[in-house]
């Protein structure tokens, strides 16, 4: 397999694990802060930092995801019989 087909597959795989993981974690932090917010008649402060938070987990999750790719950027082995024109 070529080295760009390659690409293309590890940053549509990061893409669409980087969109999973943002939105399960707004939605934990939603959930549990508006369940926290009922529970304890604090609204709407759960619910912010809940969102708050499952952002910033998100983007976290982005950081760490974009050091991996960019580590094994130039350990793709790169196809010798194919010669690109």
Not at 21 to 41: E, P, V
Not at 57 to 65: D, I, M, N, P
Request: aromatic letters at 14%; glycine letters at 8%; hydrophobic letters at 45%.
């Amino acid at each position: 397999m070529k080295k760009d087909y390659w690409n293309y597959a590890r940053y549509a795989n990061f893409a669409l694990s980087f969109g999973i993981t943002m939105a399960l974690s707004i939605f934990l932090g939603l959930y549990g802060g508006s369940w926290l917010d009922k529970r304890l008649g604090t609204s709407p402060w759960f619910l912010l930092t809940g969102i708050l938070l499952g952002v910033a987990v998100s983007f976290k999750a982005l950081l760490s995801e974009l050091m991996v790719l960019q580590k094994t950027e130039d350990t793709i082995p790169e196809d010798d019989n194919e010669k690109e024109e």
